[in-house]
C-alpha cells in the first residue's frame, strides 16, 4: 500500500514533482561544481603562479662569485665551474618529476660584432627555448617558454638545434637589425629569427640556443646555471627544518613532501657537483598567494552550499505546504503521524536521489566547462565526490522537508479538509 | 525590471489620487503580513538570505582584487627606473620618484660598484636604504640587519671571498679602502647572494657614486600603475621606466583566473538564490488564492489584484534587500578579517544593484503564480478545488 501511495503520488503530480526534482537539482549542481573547482583551485592557481617564473637555480658547486651589474658580467666567461648538460634529464628522474613543470639552462659568453668597421663587445646567452628532450621513455618539451612566460618574441622563435639566435630588442636597435637578417661572429653566420622582448638585461643580449653558446666559449656540454619551475607545497615548520637534523622518519616525511627545500634536496642528489637554492622572491610569496585565493574559494563555496540547502529546502517546503489537504484526507481516514511523515520523507529521499544524480552529473559538466573556460584545463572530479554529494543531497531534502512536514501533520485535518488553511 | 515596475507605478499613483483608496491599500498590505505571520516571515527570510548571499558575494567580487593585489605587492618591485647607459642617476632622482609616486608605494635606491677585496679578488658591492629595502623586499631571508654606521650586509656566496674568517674587512675602491664590520648575512637565490650592501651614506662617502636604480612598487590596478609609470617618465626624462614584467604580468594573469572564477561562483550563487526566492514566494502567493478570489468576487479589479500582489512583492523585495545589504556587509567583513586580515570596505554602490535585482525577482516570483490563478473563476477558488 505505501509503496502503491508513492508511486502514484509521482505517476500523478508529476509537473510538481518535477519541479521539486529540478530545484534539489539545480542545488546539487551548484554545490558539486562549487566543491570541484575548490578542491582543484589551489593546483590550478599553483600552476598559473608558475608564470611568475622559476622558483629553483641550480649552480656549480664550487662556483666563483658572480660580479654581475645591470646584467653585464665582468667575470671572465671561462672562470667558474660548469655543470654538464648531459645530467639535465635527470631532472625529470627525480621523486618529484611530475611537480617539475620546466627548466632552462643557461650558458652565459661574449661575443665580438664586428658592424660598419668597428667591433664591440656583446654578450651571449645561451639556452633552451623548447627543447625535447628524453629521460627513460618520458619524453618532455622544456626551456625558457615555460620557464620564462614573460619573454616576448617578435617573429619566431628559434629552432633549438639551429644556430639562428635572438637579439634583445635594445641591442637591436643599436645595431639597426631585423628578423631575417644575419649576424657574423665567432666564424659563422647567424641568423635572426626574432627580437626579443624581456624589460631587463636580456634586452641588451644576444639568446641562442645553447650549443652556439658552447661553441662561442668552446665548452662543449657546459651549463652555468638551470633555472627550475616546480610546483611546489607552502612552506612550513617541517620544511625548515635541517634535513640532516631529522630522524630517518621525519626525513622521509620531508623527502617526499613537495617543499620547496625538498625539491632543492633532490635536484642537488640528481645533478652532480650542484648546488640548489629556491629563488626566494618567487617561492616566498606564492604561499600567501595560494593560501588567500584557497580560503576566499573555500569560504565562496560554503556560501554556495548555504545557498543551495537553503533552495532545496524553499522549494520542499512548498512543494508539502500544497499538499495540506491530502495530509488532511490521510489523517481522517486514520493514518497516524508516522505514517504520513515516513510517506513524505521516502516521497523526497526519492526527489533527492533522482535529482542528486542528475545534479551531480550536471555539476560536473558545468566544473568541466568552469575548468575549459577559466584556466584552459580540465578540472577532474573525484568519484569519492559522488556518495558524499548524494548523502548531502538527502540530508539537505530531509532537513528542508522536515519542518513542513511538521507542520503538514499537526494540521487539524477539519481545517485542512474545509481549506481554511 | 522596467516593465514590473511600470506596471505597479501607475496603480499606486492612480491609488493616491484618493487618500481613503491609499489608506484600505495600505492596511491590506500590512495586515497580510501580520495576520500569516509565518508565510510572511519564511518569505522574508528567503528574500533576506538571497540578498545577504548577494551582496556578500557582489562585494567581495569587487574588494577582492584590491585585496590580492596587495598580497602580490609581497613579491617586491613592480616599476624599475634605471639611468641610461651605465651612469647614475642625478642625485634629486630619489626625491622626484616620491614625488611622483604621491604616496602610492614605496621607492628603494640602489647603486652599484665593483670592488676589490683584501685578497684583490672582485665583488659588487651595492648601496641601498636598508629600511626601505627592508620593508619593498620581504622575502630577504637576513640573519641580523645593520644598525651602525660601517656595517655591511653580506650575500651568502660573497661570505667565504669577502670575509672568509668572519670579523671585520676591507674593500678597496680606486684605490680607497673602507673598513668595515660585517652585520649579517643575506640570503635570496637570486643574484643579490654575490653581493655586499652597504647603507647609501656610507656607500656614497666611499666611492662618490651615485644610485643608478631605483625599485618601485606602485601600487593599485593596472592603469593606475600605468599612470605611476607615465609620470616618473615624465619626471625622470634622462632615465629608463620600465615594468618589471616578470611581476606585472604573473599578477595579471593569477588575479584574472581567480576574478574569473569568484565571477562564475558569484553568479552560481546568486541565480541560486534567486531560484530559493522564486520558489518561495510562489508558494506564497499560491497560498493566498483565496484573498485574490475574495477580492475578485467584491469587485476588484484584475489590476487592482495584481498591483497589490505586486506591491506586497516589491515590498518585501525590499525590505528584504535592506537586511540583506546589512548583513551581506557583515558577512563580507567577517570574509575579508577571516582570510584576508584586512577589512573589507562596505560597498554603497553594490546596494542599488542588491535592491533592484531584489524586487525584480520578488515581483517576478508574484506575477507568474497570479498570470496562472488570473485563469481561474473566484467561485472555483473559493470552493475550494
Given amino acids: 500500500m505505501f509503496g502503491r501511495i508513492v508511486y502514484e503520488s509521482f505517476r500523478r503530480q508529476k509537473r510538481r514533482k518535477m519541479l521539486a526534482a529540478v530545484a534539489i537539482m539545480l542545488g546539487v549542481t551548484v554545490a558539486t561544481a562549487m566543491i570541484a573547482v575548490a578542491t582543484d583551485i589551489g593546483d590550478k592557481i599553483n600552476r598559473e603562479l608558475r608564470s611568475l617564473g622559476a622558483n629553483l637555480l641550480v649552480t656549480p658547486q ?19 665551474d660548469y655543470l654538464s648538460e648531459a ?6 628522474g627525480t621523486f618529484w618529476r611530475h611537480n617539475i613543470v620546466g627548466f632552462a639552462p643557461m650558458l652565459p659568453a661574449s661575443v665580438t660584432l664586428s658592424a660598419n668597421g668597428a667591433t664591440r663587445e656583446v654578450p651571449l646567452l645561451g639556452t633552451y627555448f623548447a627543447k625535447s628532450l628524453a629521460f627513460g621513455k618520458d619524453e618532455f618539451v622544456t626551456g625558457v617558454r615555460t620557464t620564462h612566460p614573460w619573454w616576448k618574441v617578435q617573429g619566431a622563435w628559434p629552432n633549438d638545434n639551429s644556430t639562428d639566435v635572438l637579439v634583445g630588442e635594445r641591442l637591436a636597435t643599436s645595431l639597426g637589425v631585423k628578423p631575417g637578417d644575419s649576424l657574423e661572429f665567432s666564424g659563422s653566420a647567424h641568423r635572426i629569427t626574432g627580437i626579443l622582448s624581456v624589460g631587463s638585461s636580456e634586452d641588451n643580449q644576444i639568446v641562442a640556443p645553447l650549443s652556439v653558446a658552447q661553441q662561442v666559449i668552446a665548452k662543449p ?42 625539491i632543492a634536496y633532490q635536484l642537488q642528489e640528481a645533478i652532480p657537483h650542484s648546488h640548489a637554492e629556491q629563488i626566494r622572491q618567487v617561492s616566498q610569496n606564492e604561499g600567501t598567494v595560494l593560501a588567500r585565493i584557497k580560503g576566499l574559494m573555500l569560504l565562496v563555496t560554503l556560501a554556495a552550499l548555504l545557498a543551495s540547502a537553503l533552495a532545496v529546502s524553499a522549494a520542499m517546503a512548498t512543494a508539502i505546504f500544497e499538499r495540506r489537504v491530502e495530509v488532511g484526507l490521510m489523517k481522517a481516514l486514520g493514518a497516524g503521524d508516522f505514517a504520513v511523515a515516513s510517506l513524505f520523507f521516502a516521497e523526497a529521499a526519492l ?12 555539476g560536473g559538466l ?56 | 525590471m522596467s516593465t514590473a515596475t511600470a506596471s505597479v507605478a501607475p496603480s499606486l499613483r492612480e491609488k493616491r489620487a484618493g487618500k481613503p483608496h491609499t489608506s484600505m491599500f495600505l492596511r ?38 584590491a585585496k590580492l593585489r596587495s598580497e602580490f605587492r609581497s613579491y617586491g618591485a613592480n616599476i624599475v627606473v634605471v639611468a641610461k647607459d651605465g651612469t647614475s642617476l642625478p642625485p634629486s632622482a630619489l626625491d622626484a620618484v616620491t614625488a611622483a609616486l604621491q604616496g602610492h608605494g614605496q621607492a628603494v635606491p640602489f647603486a652599484f660598484v665593483v670592488a676589490r677585496t683584501s685578497s684583490d679578488q672582485p665583488v659588487v658591492v651595492a648601496g641601498t636604504n636598508f629600511d626601505q629595502v627592508r620593508s619593498l623586499n ?25 670575509a672568509p674568517r668572519g670579523g671585520p674587512f676591507d674593500l678597496t675602491f680606486q684605490g680607497r679602502t673602507l673598513h668595515l664590520n660585517s652585520a649579517g648575512t643575506l640570503q635570496t637565490g637570486a643574484a643579490e647572494d654575490n653581493r655586499v650592501y652597504l647603507s647609501m651614506n656610507d656607500f656614497v662617502a666611499w666611492t662618490g657614486v651615485q644610485p643608478s636604480t631605483i625599485e618601485v612598487a606602485a601600487s593599485g590596478a593596472p592603469p593606475e600603475v600605468e599612470a605611476t609609470m607615465q609620470r616618473l617618465a615624465a619626471a625622470l626624462p634622462a632615465a629608463d621606466v620600465r615594468p618589471v614584467r616578470q611581476i606585472v604580468e604573473g599578477e595579471a594573469r593569477v588575479l584574472g583566473k581567480t576574478r574569473a572564477t569568484l565571477l562564475a561562483a558569484s553568479v552560481l550563487i546568486i541565480l541560486t538564490s534567486a531560484l530559493c526566492v522564486f520558489s518561495t514566494l510562489t508558494g506564497w502567493v499560491f497560498d493566498r488564492r483565496r484573498d485574490f478570489a475574495v477580492m475578485k468576487a467584491l469587485g476588484a479589479s484584475e489590476k487592482l489584484v495584481s498591483g497589490f500582489f505586486a506591491a506586497e512583492a516589491a515590498a518585501l523585495g525590499a525590505v528584504g534587500a535592506l537586511l540583506g545589504y546589512a548583513l551581506g556587509i557583515g558577512v563580507a567583513a567577517w570574509i575579508g578579517r577571516a582570510n584576508f586580515n584586512a577589512t573589507i570596505t562596505p560597498r554603497l554602490s553594490v546596494f542599488p544593484w542588491v535592491l533592484t535585482g531584489s524586487m525584480v525577482v520578488a515581483i517576478l516570483s508574484a506575477i507568474v503564480p497570479m498570470t496562472m490563478l488570473r485563469k481561474v473563476q473566484p467561485a472555483i477558488i473559493l470552493r475550494g478545488e
Fill in chain 1, 221 to 262: 656540454g657546459a651549463v652555468r646555471r638551470i633555472y627550475v619551475s616546480a610546483l611546489t607545497k607552502p612552506e612550513d615548520a617541517l620544511a625548515r627544518r635541517d634535513p640532516k637534523s631529522m630522524n630517518p622518519e621525519l626525513f622521509d616525511r620531508w623527502y617526499c613532501s613537495p617543499y620547496v627545500q625538498s
Fill in chain 1, 351 to 362: 526527489l533527492a536521489l533522482f535529482g542528486g544524480v542528475a545534479g551531480f552529473a550536471a
Fill in chain 1, 62 to 80: 664550487e662556483d666563483s662569485l658572480d660580479v654581475e651589474i645591470g646584467g653585464v658580467n665582468l667575470r671572465p666567461p671561462s672562470d667558474g
Fill in chain 1, 366 to 421: 558545468l566544473a568541466r566547462q568552469i575548468g575549459r573556460t577559466i584556466f584552459a584545463s580540465e578540472i577532474t572530479i573525484q568519484p569519492v565526490l559522488f556518495p558524499i554529494i548524494l548523502a548531502i543531497a538527502v540530508i539537505v531534502t530531509f532537513s528542508g522537508s522536515a519542518i513542513a512536514i511538521r507542520r503538514a501533520v499537526k494540521f487539524d485535518p477539519v481545517f485542512a479538509l474545509r481549506g481554511d488553511a
Fill in chain 1, 87 to 92: 645530467d639535465l634529464p635527470k631532472i625529470k
Fill in chain 2, 28 to 65: 491590506m498590505l500590512l495586515r497580510a503580513a501580520v495576520l500569516r505571520r509565518g508565510r510572511a516571515a519564511s518569505a522574508l527570510m528567503a528574500m533576506t538570505v538571497a540578498a545577504t548571499v548577494a551582496t556578500a558575494m557582489m562585494n567581495l567580487y569587487v574588494d577582492v582584487q
Fill in chain 2, 138 to 162: 620581504r622575502w630577504w631571508s637576513v640573519s641580523r640587519w645593520p644598525s651602525a654606521p660601517q656595517e655591511a650586509l653580506l650575500g651568502m656566496r660573497a661570505v667565504p671571498v669577502v
